[in-house]
T-cell receptor
């Protein structure tokens, strides 16, 4: 059973606008969340993370928001750039656990 | 040079054949992982190793085995490949020095695309 879900397989956004990628999880024990970015023919690379003690973490154009009560997190990219076109995976883990659980990915296309 | 390398990058094989996928890393990390990626299913953990003497099953270990030959090397074997093992396989590493597992970012290799006919 998928514990981390990304319900939008794809998203298209105009350059300069905001991209919002969503992720939902079911396990209330998850307390650490990451976003990875993946280009074709490459492995995923770490983008940004957030701990459950925070509800927001920002790194340049990337901001992750966490809503623990809704078991929902989102990644905002502002402004979006063509180089942001990639597949984005969210992942979650519990401090008491021993693995990350990944979502199915959202393919973002930023149109110039 | 890449920090995490995987060989081969692509492999086509037949049902019943034994296949080994290799992973090497120069990051000096203790922890290594094997994942597979399937369309619509994301990345799923096959096996992980927190040091040379430690091997653990992930959520989908059936049909696979691993060997941690050294801190820097972690191999994944399919003893008798079957078509539903056709997938993209990723090796990853993380630093175990920071303590809790969940707070260690993972670094991925470029992947091996395996096709089993």
């Amino acid at each position: 059973d998928q514990q981390v879900k990304q319900n939008s397989p794809s998203l298209s956004v105009q350059e300069g606008r905001i991209s919002i990628l969503n992720c939902d999880y079911t396990n209330s024990m998850f307390d650490y969340f990451l976003w990875y970015k993946k280009y074709p023919a490459e492995g995923p690379t770490f983008l940004i993370s957030i701990s459950s003690i925070k509800d927001k973490n920002e790194d340049g154009r990337f901001t992750v928001f966490l809503n623990k009560s809704a078991k929902h997190l989102s990644l905002h990219i502002v402004p979006s750039q063509p180089g942001d076109s990639a597949v984005y995976f969210c992942a979650a883990s519990a401090e008491t656990g021993n693995q990350f659980y990944f979502g199915t990915g959202t393919s973002l296309t930023v149109i110039p | 040079d890449a920090d995490v390398t995987q060989t081969p990058r692509n492999r086509i094989t037949k049902t019943g054949k034994r296949i080994m996928l290799e992973c090497s890393q120069t990051k000096g990390h203790d922890r290594m992982y094997w994942y597979r990626q399937d369309p619509g299913l994301g990345l799923r953990l096959i096996y992980y190793s927190f040091d040379v003497k430690d091997i653990n099953k992930g959520e989908i270990s059936d049909g696979y085995s691993v060997s941690r030959q050294a801190q820097a090397k972690f191999s994944l074997s399919l003893e008798s490949a079957i078509p539903n093992q056709t997938a993209l396989y990723f090796c990853a590493t993380s630093d175990g020095a920071a303590g809790s597992f969940s707070y260690n970012e993972q670094f991925f290799g470029p992947g091996t695309r395996l096709t089993v006919l």
